[in-house]
Antibody, heavy 122, light 110 residues
Framework: QVTLRESGPALVKPTQTLTLTCTFSGFSLSTSAMCVSWIRQPPGRALEWLARIDWDDDKYYSTSLKTRLTISKDTSKNQVVLTMTNVDPVDTGTYYC??????????????WGQGILVTVSS | QSALTQPASVSGSPGQSITISCIGTSSDVGGYDYVSWYQQHPGKAPKLMIYDVSRRPSGVSNRFSGSKSGNTASLTISGLQAEDEAEYYCSSHTSSSTLVFGGGTKVTVL
């Protein structure tokens, strides 16, 4: 049974660095074709893809946010970490981590975490 | 990368069929058969409904189907049911090896 759960601060001040952790079970990121992504959703707005990390440590970032994002994995802990620097109130939203379907083509999310609401405010 | 274009809302009566369009460019929708569709109920995480343009994950009703023509992908829901009322998002792989989502379509069952 695949599960993912996001954790991190609910409130962050502008200009600070946001660190989110995705803890998963039911699969291993050391297994070929396994990948995890982060996606966010501002309140009342559309989904936005942020980043992806693959089993072989390949990483992909949103073009518009790549200078502020870092994604990493700890295979032994079954965790994926996303850091976002210099946050702004527009970064407020629900942040999801999701597993990528191993047998699908590129960025197909078959399992999602419940999401974590992050508010950026002073 | 600009978001894919979806209609803001689509509605239909129970039992009817509706189609949601997702318009991109040759650098995303038109260039790859990597379009997915997600259903999201309020306060819930999205759920995968269609991937690789027309493939349906195990457990998803066959009332949901996907297609693509040129730079436009489509999701059709046949035999509309009350439980289908939700927000629907398309997504596509891009030539930059990134992912772009659509703006979302609110489906209302009349």
């Amino acid at each position: 049974q695949v599960t993912l759960r996001e954790s991190g601060p609910a409130l962050v001040k502008p200009t600070q660095t946001l660190t989110l952790t995705c803890t998963f079970s039911g699969f291993s990121l050391s297994t070929s074709a396994m990948c995890v992504s982060w996606i966010r959703q501002p309140p009342g707005r559309a989904l936005e893809w942020l980043a992806r990390i693959d089993w072989d440590d390949d990483k992909y970032y949103s073009t518009s946010l790549k200078t502020r994002l870092t994604i990493s994995k700890d295979t032994s802990k079954n965790q994926v970490v996303l850091t976002m620097t210099n946050v702004d109130p527009v970064d407020t939203g629900t942040y999801y981590c999701a597993r990528i379907l191993p047998t699908g083509g590129w960025h197909v999310f078959d399992y999602w975490g419940q999401g974590i609401l992050v508010t950026v405010s002073s | 990368q600009s978001a894919l274009t979806q209609p803001a809302s689509v509605s239909g009566s129970p039992g009817q069929s509706i189609t949601i369009s997702c318009i991109g460019t040759s650098s995303d929708v038109g260039g790859y058969d990597y379009v997915s569709w997600y259903q999201q109920h309020p306060g819930k995480a999205p759920k995968l409904m269609i991937y690789d343009v027309s493939r349906r994950p195990s457990g998803v009703s066959n009332r949901f189907s996907g297609s693509k023509s040129g730079n436009t992908a489509s999701l059709t829901i046949s035999g509309l049911q009350a439980e289908d009322e939700a927000e629907y998002y398309c997504s596509s792989h891009t030539s930059s090896s990134t992912l772009v989502f659509g703006g979302g379509t609110k489906v209302t069952v009349l």
